[in-house]
């Protein structure tokens, strides 16, 4: 049988092999990549430190609050109880309580200020579960159909091996070690079918010689440019 018949039948059974093999590194490769998940938990995390330190002010603002206001009930006691009588001391007093209503009126403006923060981050923090939780079922679907498309693949894959088996059990094997060898060096592609006497892998015409040669059942031409084995069909 025309040996350059054989190996690109070989050629092509490899050619498919090889694409199989990229296909399924690629969905390998999809199938592990979490960026868009990754990315969205990485800014739930954000906000959730966010909340915390906001709370953690709101908290402050609380506590000073409730002691401010323990403070003025204790100078509005003590004016009003009728202990302090001297005007000066009154005097004191009554300023010291407009003091204190004017913190607790800035810390009440704090705390609002401090509670409309919280709830701005916790809505955009409801967004974004909402949106971590989209992503994870549009990735749970990607993936069940690139398993499904894997297992497709390596049921192609076994058939095309099994194929291969059988198609370099005819080969002899010189010709089959020339083919393994410039398969390595010629990036997967040792066979270059002819078309309008010129080799396709390279693109080079190819003398008539050559051309001739190409054509018989019983030789093995390589092409003079490229190296590689020449298939005239």
């Given at each position: 049988?025309?040996?350059?018949?054989?190996?690109?039948?070989?050629q092509?059974?490899?050619?498919?092999?090889?694409?199989?093999?990229?296909?399924?590194?690629?969905?390998?490769?999809?199938?592990?990549?979490?960026?868009?998940?990754?990315?969205?938990?990485?800014?739930?995390?954000?906000?959730?430190?966010?909340?915390?330190?906001?709370?953690?002010?709101?908290?402050?603002?609380?506590?000073k609050?409730?002691?401010?206001?323990?403070?003025?009930?204790?100078?509005?006691?003590?004016?009003?109880?009728?202990?302090?009588?001297?005007?000066?001391?009154?005097?004191d007093?009554?300023?010291?309580?407009?003091?204190?209503?004017?913190?607790?009126?800035?810390?009440d403006?704090?705390?609002?200020?401090?509670?409309?923060?919280?709830?701005?981050?916790?809505?955009n923090?409801?967004?974004?579960?909402?949106?971590?939780?989209?992503?994870?079922?549009?990735?749970?679907?990607?993936?069940?159909?690139?398993?499904?498309?894997?297992?497709?693949?390596?049921?192609?894959?076994?058939?095309?091996?099994?194929?291969?088996?059988?198609?370099?059990?005819?080969?002899d094997?010189?010709f089959?070690?020339?083919?393994?060898?410039?398969?390595?060096i010629?990036?997967?592609?040792?066979?270059?079918?002819?078309?309008?006497?010129?080799?396709?892998?390279?693109?080079?015409?190819?003398?008539?010689?050559?051309?001739?040669?190409?054509?018989?059942?019983?030789?093995?031409?390589?092409?003079?440019?490229?190296?590689?084995?020449?298939?005239?069909?």
């Amino acid at each position: 049988m025309n040996p350059a018949f054989q190996l690109s039948r070989l050629q092509k059974i490899d050619s498919e092999i090889d694409q199989i093999t990229l296909r399924q590194q690629e969905i390998a490769r999809m199938i592990s990549d979490q960026t868009v998940i990754d990315e969205i938990k990485e800014r739930i995390s954000t906000l959730d430190a966010d909340l915390k330190a906001a709370s953690k002010i709101l908290k402050n603002i609380e506590e000073k609050n409730d002691r401010l206001q323990m403070k003025l009930q204790e100078d509005e006691h003590a004016l009003y109880g009728g202990k302090i009588r001297l005007p000066r001391e009154l005097q004191d007093l009554q300023n010291e309580i407009a003091s204190v209503k004017n913190q607790i009126s800035d810390h009440d403006e704090a705390q609002i200020n401090s509670m409309l923060q919280i709830e701005e981050l916790e809505k955009n923090k409801e967004k974004l579960l909402k949106e971590l939780a989209e992503a994870e079922s549009t990735f749970a679907t990607r993936v069940a159909g690139l398993k499904g498309e894997n297992t497709s693949l390596e049921k192609k894959r076994d058939n095309l091996l099994t194929e291969r088996n059988a198609a370099v059990q005819n080969l002899d094997s010189s010709f089959l070690e020339k083919y393994e060898t410039l398969r390595k060096i010629k990036r997967g592609l040792a066979v270059s079918v002819v078309v309008d006497q010129a080799c396709t892998a390279c693109g080079s015409t190819l003398t008539p010689s050559d051309w001739q040669a190409a054509r018989s059942p019983e030789r093995l031409v390589t092409c003079s440019s490229c190296g590689r084995i020449l298939y005239a069909g």
